[in-house]
């Protein structure tokens, strides 16, 4: 083992880590995450307690000197599935931290999510205590541009809304050396570095990614010598086993952030004592190499380094030691009393909830709700005055009056600042609110919707757009995990937003530009999903969206946001229409026709065809399709015992399926035809009109539909 | 004559130029305040301009294609002219406009159309099927106006409405039913709903007797001493392994006999023939207390011994009793056996209850009876056990030479059981 020289010069920058850290709480705490380790290892994996276990071991000592440093109240960190050491410095408590992999009632998740993934408020009566952890993501390389949005948002609160309590705030993201090939990781270097945001980007680099090594990953196998040349990225580079090198580039990188120069990229090798986890035995690495990592083990050389520095004595380690694995056999006692989580309850927090008095049981981090923010007045009546708009600029308006009265609206995406969007849904919101509330993004959806998180879960408001439906797919993966947040944290994070998406055809259809293929989101758990038909919907549900405390899509079909059918005048700066409620246009007693988006059109030009007296088709736009309105439609066929629907989406599995499947279970006794559904075929859109034409259902098409119906 | 313009307002621009796209009215069209009157394309998306003012269109200045600057005169309007006929707008591009020739306004009145088609009368939705069974409903009673004849909901909506279509009781038992039901009304009684089995028991008699086939019961006597020495001597054999040895099973053995005598009494009816079965598949009836009665079927009777037969009907009867007959259990049966002495009568004549049979066996109780035999000339008196048994018979199928000859044979199959005379 070496020995560590005691401190002989005075080398400032040394002396200043060496007194930045409370050293005997480093060492309990790097002592207690081993000891969580070994007992885990030895007891709790072999009982069958605990799965997908993941030791820290090697890792530890530079993520507790890290986490020890990360204390603003305004600072928010995203860690992975071997960051615990890192988040008991933040301050968690060591039953929580046990309890977690337990999957018990209580601790991270309610025994819902593994127990790596951990999450961490930090919140005391009401107010930040420290930073926070945002709740992991088992997917490697989503947890970087929820960073830098955090990052944007301190910025944001410290310039545009003057809270000067975020001066000094930043924001971190900590990885190993293989998650930097992963698409996020490099979204956000180009977001936090253009803009030269607060970002702190930890790598922990132990030379390998499970069983890939880095030469695999990137050429020369060193990734982070492969950005010496990014501008505006400050690179620190070091040992994270030597307790003096680690503590002093450590401290480094958080200054800089601090400070408010920009981004810095921090990496520290440290080895991996253990397997990936707890099941590898790690044979595609050689004895020798096994040897030598086990020789760079932190904990002995930080003992060594304490001795040697006066900071502890033996009889001192002692005790710590000691009282590290009692208070962690001590946590794990509790841990395992702690009850097991109730199955009746699995269903509960998938979106909001209020309690039993109408009030909402707001989230402990996230979104407006939090910041108890008080909206305008509003109401579902609409007060159309004045010429017809266009669907678009009515949703520019409702944007437009949502950002004066709350500062926390931000609107964001490819082309939408100077140039005003490629369809004009933004212009003129770029010069009216500036820069830092209404800008361009990078060519990055999967960053795009990443910083969404990371503002919304600051208390801000992101209204990001995906430029076309189609390109929400890079994307997937942070809409996804922005949408089982809430359940997989048992209600403590929340991050509402509103994605604008186009879709749908348009003059022409194509399968990049045209896609609708809503029901996606139908299917993915906690969002909400709407799909206005005209421009007085359009506003009510933007509205809606605005101050809803749970993420939406908000639908904008390219075909109606300038045709003729679906102006409407403006309804009212305070109109809104709330989700889950369709609309019945038509009152008819033989037929129900559901429809929504650019079908609602025809399906009125064709009941007018066949049914000019209006007595025998009731048309209902259900214009809300996560939460739809059941009770609407069940009462309709109820009445009319036949129903149509008709949606521009493919046919198998579309939203059609899902209400037919419905209405089968719900009023099978009060049918008298099949439940039939009028769709596209099972093709993406077709370019060629005639094509097009064919493809999507036409008036004529929906009135031989309905007619066939009524004939049964 | 006071004229208004009609043009782009600079605010109303969205994007950055704007051409004409397509003029909504004609010259000379009347128009309304507010109401769009011309499309324009911008760079971003299309909008309309809306009349200004009520009026006359007067004249058009600027065509589709031209360049709209804001401020710039697109038409006229003429206000001092009134409107008074009626203007025909043009319906968005978005659907085909056209009517084809083939498709029709609903008619109000259905049935005045309907054809000859009655394809689809028993296709009947799971509303209709509801309301028919709420209310009672008998559905041969009613018009079908759906496609191919279906009854529809709103069919028997009418039928509601209008009080049609209710089922009544059967005609036959008619007015003397009324006139006892009225002259027993003021006596104390309770009402015992009728079980489904019930119900079905009823319908099959009143079919089978007043509906299908004329009866004709003929009775003989059996002496079963024979068979009571088998079974006697026989049944523990059968006990051990595991199966009862009962009268029945002898029963079965000797019908099979008969019916190779006579075998126009293992057939259905048709009206152009007998159709006589080479399988013999006898039915046992078997009481279920109050429950009432079940046949489960004995199959290929002719290819089992008499151990085989005693074997299934052992099976039969402990499946009845646990009420775990399968409809299988009760299908394919050719001829019935119903023996309503265990519960005591001396003598019956047994209703064909599985149409389409021709016949029934009922088998009487047992008794011992004084009987006269002739012993070398003298008249002498013998106790024998002996047992009426009774075979109903379709007289459309068979006559009594038949019949009387199948019981003959039965009757000497056990009377003759083990070769021994009796």
């Not at chain 1, 039953?95 to 209580?106: F, H, K, N, Q, T």
């Not at chain 2, 003029?23 to 128009?31: A, H, P």
């Not at chain 2, 019916?259 to 009816?269: K, R």
Request: hydrophobic letters at 40%.
């Amino acid at each position: 083992m070496p020995t560590i020289a005691p401190l002989l010069n005075s080398d400032e920058k040394q002396k200043s880590a060496l007194e930045a850290f409370d050293w005997p709480h480093i060492a309990h705490l790097v002592l207690a995450s081993r000891a969580m380790d070994t007992i885990e290892e030895q007891e709790l994996v072999p009982q069958k307690l605990v799965f997908n276990q993941f030791s820290a071991r090697g890792h530890d000592l530079a993520q507790v000197l890290l986490g020890s440093l990360v204390n603003h109240r305004h600072d928010g960190a995203t860690g992975y599935y071997r960051s615990r050491p890192f988040v008991l410095a933040l301050g968690l408590d060591f039953v929580d931290a046990l309890a977690g992999p337990l999957a018990r009632s209580g601790g991270y998740s309610d025994g819902r999510d593994i127990g790596v993934v951990c999450n961490y408020p930090n919140m005391r009566n009401g107010e930040s205590h420290g930073a926070t952890l945002f709740p992991m993501c088992g997917g490697v390389g989503s947890q970087y541009s929820p960073i830098s949005g955090w990052a944007q948002s301190v910025v944001y609160h410290r310039d545009e809304l003057n809270d000067q309590s975020y001066d000094g705030a930043l924001g971190l993201s900590m990885g190993g050396d293989s998650s930097m090939s992963t698409s996020g990781f490099w979204a956000a270097l180009n977001i936090s570095t253009t803009n030269d945001l607060p970002h702190l980007f930890y790598i922990e680099d132990n030379g390998y990614g499970i069983s890939v090594p880095q030469e695999v990953q990137t050429p020369g196998g060193d990734q982070v010598a492969n950005l010496a040349a990014y501008k505006q990225l400050h690179i620190i580079d070091g040992d994270g086993t030597d307790p003096l090198e680690a503590a002093t580039k450590i401290k480094a990188a958080v200054d800089y952030v601090r400070s408010g120069k920009g981004t810095c990229l921090l990496r520290l090798r440290v080895p991996r004592l253990c397997g990936h986890t707890f099941q590898d035995t790690q044979t595609y690495k050689p004895a020798e190499m096994i040897e030598s990592e086990l020789a760079q083990d932190p904990l002995p050389k930080l003992k060594q380094f304490m001795l040697a520095n006066g900071l502890v004595s033996e009889t001192h380690w002692a005790q710590i030691e000691e009282r590290a694995d009692a208070k962690v056999r001590h946590a794990v006692d509790e841990a395992m009393h702690r009850p097991q989580p109730d199955p009746a309850t699995i269903t509960r927090y998938v979106y909001s909830e209020n309690d039993a008095a109408g009030q909402p049981i707001v989230q402990t981090r996230g979104g407006l709700a939090t910041c108890d923010h008080q909206f305008p007045a509003s109401d579902e009546e609409p007060k159309p005055e004045g010429r017809r708009l266009n669907m678009l600029a009515a949703i520019r308006q409702t944007l437009d009056v949502e950002m004066q009265s709350n500062p926390k609206v931000l609107v964001f995406g490819e082309d939408v600042g100077p140039k005003g969007g490629v369809h004009g849904a933004t212009l003129g919101l770029h010069e009216k609110y500036g820069q830092q509330r209404v800008f361009d993004t990078s060519l990055s959806e999967e960053g795009i919707i990443g910083r969404s998180v990371g503002m919304a879960l600051s208390g801000l408001m992101p209204v990001p757009e995906i430029q076309f439906r189609k390109y929400a797919e890079p994307a997937a993966e942070q809409l996804t995990d922005t949408g089982i947040m809430r359940w997989r944290t048992a209600n403590k994070f929340a991050a509402p937003m509103v994605v604008r998406v186009p879709g749908g055809f348009a003059r022409r259809g194509d399968p990049w530009h045209s896609m609708s293929d809503e029901v996606e989101w139908a299917h993915k758990v906690g969002w909400q999903l709407v799909m206005p038909s005209n421009a007085e919907d359009a506003v009510g549900l933007m509205r809606a969206a605005l101050r809803s405390n749970n993420p939406t899509i908000f639908f904008e079909h390219r075909a109606l946001i300038d045709n003729s059918w679906a102006r409407r005048p403006y309804p009212g700066d305070d109109f809104i229409v709330p989700f889950g409620k369709a609309k019945i246009l038509r009152q008819g007693d033989k037929i129900t026709v559901v429809t929504w988006g650019a079908m609602v059109e025809r399906c009125e030009l064709a009941a007018e065809k066949i049914d000019p007296e209006g007595a025998t088709i009731e048309i209902i736009d259900l214009r809300s399709i996560q939460p739809w309105d059941k009770d609407a439609i069940l009462t309709s066929v109820r009445k009319t015992s036949r129903c149509l629907i008709v949606h521009e989406d493919n046919k198998t599995a579309g939203f059609g399926a899902e209400i037919s499947a419905t209405l089968s279970d719900e009023c099978f006794f009060d049918l008298d035809a099949p439940i039939r559904r009028l769709t596209m075929p099972d093709i993406p859109s077709p370019h060629n009109i005639h094509l097009l034409e064919a493809a999507v259902p036409g008036v004529d098409d929906i009135a031989a539909a309905m007619t066939d119906l009524l004939e049964v | 004559m006071s004229i208004e313009n009609l043009s782009l307002a600079a605010e109303q621009l969205e994007g950055t130029q704007a051409t004409l796209s397509l003029w909504l009215f004609k010259e000379g069209d009347s128009i309304k305040e507010g109401e769009p009157v011309v499309e324009l394309e911008t760079d971003k998306v299309a909008i309309e301009i809306v009349a200004p003012c009520d009026g006359v269109l007067q004249k058009i200045m600027m065509q589709s294609g031209d360049k709209v600057e804001p401020e710039a005169i697109m038409a006229t309007i003429d206000t001092s002219l009134a409107q008074s006929k009626e203007v025909s707008t043009i319906l968005s591009s978005a659907g085909n406009e056209s009517v084809p020739a083939t498709m029709q306004h609903l008619s109000a009145d259905n049935s005045a159309e309907a054809s000859n088609d009655q394809s689809c009368r028993h296709l009947m939705g799971p509303a209709v099927r509801k309301l028919v069974a709420e209310h009672n409903l008998d559905i041969q009673q009613m018009q079908g106006s759906g496609r191919g004849g279906r009854i529809t909901r709103e069919d028997v909506l009418t039928c509601i409405a209008s009080g049609r279509a209710v089922k009544t009781e059967l005609s036959h038992s008619g007015s003397a039913t009324l006139s006892t039901a009225a002259a027993m009304g003021d006596l104390a009684s309770r009402r015992i709903p009728h079980s489904s089995m019930r119900r079905a028991i009823g319908k099959h008699m009143v079919e089978s007797l007043m509906e299908k086939a004329p009866h004709v019961t003929s009775v003989f006597e059996m002496d079963m001493s024979n068979i009571i020495e088998h079974r006697k001597w026989h049944k523990q054999e059968f006990a051990d392994k595991g199966v009862k040895l009962t009268f029945t099973a002898y029963f079965l053995a000797a019908c099979v006999k008969a019916m190779e005598a006579v075998p126009d009494m293992n057939a259905q009816f048709h009206e152009d023939a007998l159709e006589i079965f080479q399988s013999i598949n006898i039915g046992v009836g078997t009481a279920l207390g109050d429950k009432g009665l079940v046949v489960p079927v004995v199959k290929n009777v002719q290819a089992m011994e008499l151990f085989d037969i005693a074997q299934a009907l052992h099976g039969q009867t402990m499946r009845a009793r646990d009420s775990k007959l399968t409809p299988f259990d009760m299908k394919g049966g050719t001829f019935t056996i119903s023996n309503h002495g265990v519960s005591g009568s001396l003598m019956a004549a047994p209703i064909i209850i599985n149409q389409p049979q021709v016949a029934i066996l009922g088998v009487g109780k047992m008794e011992k009876r004084v009987e006269v035999v002739e012993i070398d000339g003298k008249d002498e008196m013998r106790i024998r056990p002996k047992c009426y048994v009774s075979l109903s018979i379709d007289h459309r199928a068979v006559d009594a030479f038949q019949t009387n000859a199948w019981l003959s044979v039965f009757v000497e199959t056990i009377e003759k059981w083990g070769g021994i005379e009796v």
